[in-house]
């Protein structure tokens, strides 16, 4: 079955580490995203990737890094400039506009 | 920027009432799309709305969209307490963008 794999779905960080969220899709979808969501917040947007080895800034991504070496996959790496990371982040992917998004089944990540 | 505003952010009701969730947005856009969110867990696509006038329906939800007036409505018909969750409608950027501007969601809870 086609679909997008988010690991760890739990995930702890000590004052500054870096950890790395990991986004795999099998979907042969060409844009990937990156989203945080705050307790009674909606989504807000990390990073996005429409095609391999280009990626974009979206509205909060001080703090976070990308990659995107290959097509199924687009990691994203929490690093410690990132003064309040917990939350809980949502990878999604699409194939163009008209689909709307498949999302991942997320990662929640505390600070400890 | 694209500014996506939904009414109410929390709503309350009783099995067997209707209701209806509001979704405004600053921008010319012809695709908006609904999620719901269960809690603790990821969106799950309810609804892709493509162009104005568009209105689709499963079971006790129809969403409709008016692009004229940037709005697109949720209505709900005979609430029953499984749809208790948390519903986004989310815009893209228009032609070229492949990014969704997120609600902050409306968080409903049907009581027996």
């Known amino acids: 079955d086609g679909g997008i794999t988010q690991s760890p779905k739990y995930l702890f960080r000590k004052e500054g580490q870096n950890v790395t969220l990991s986004c795999e899709q099998n979907l042969n979808h060409d844009a990937m995203y990156w989203y945080r969501q705050d307790p009674g917040q909606g989504l807000r947007l990390i990073y996005y990737s429409q095609i391999v080895n280009d990626f974009q800034k979206g509205d909060i991504a001080e703090g976070y890094s990308v990659s995107r070496e290959k097509k199924e996959s687009f990691p994203l790496t929490v690093t410690s400039a990132q003064k309040n990371p917990t939350a809980f982040y949502l990878c999604a992917s699409s194939i163009a506009r008209a689909s709307g998004y498949t999302f991942g089944s997320g990662t929640r990540l505390t600070v400890v | 920027e694209l500014k996506v505003e939904q009414n109410p952010l929390f709503l309350s009701m009783q099995e067997g009432k209707n209701y209806t969730i509001y979704c405004n947005y600053s921008t010319t856009s012809d695709r908006l799309y609904w999620y719901r969110q269960d809690p603790g867990k990821s969106l799950e696509s309810l609804f892709v709305?493509?162009?104005?006038?568009a209105v689709k329906q499963e079971g006790r939800l129809m969403a409709s969209l008016d692009t004229k007036a940037r709005l697109s409505t949720l209505h709900i018909t005979a609430a029953v307490h499984d749809l208790s969750a948390t519903y986004f409608c989310a815009v893209d950027g228009g032609a070229g963008s492949y990014q969704l501007t997120f609600g902050k969601g409306t968080k409903l809870s049907v009581i027996p």
């Open positions: 709305l493509l162009s104005n006038g």
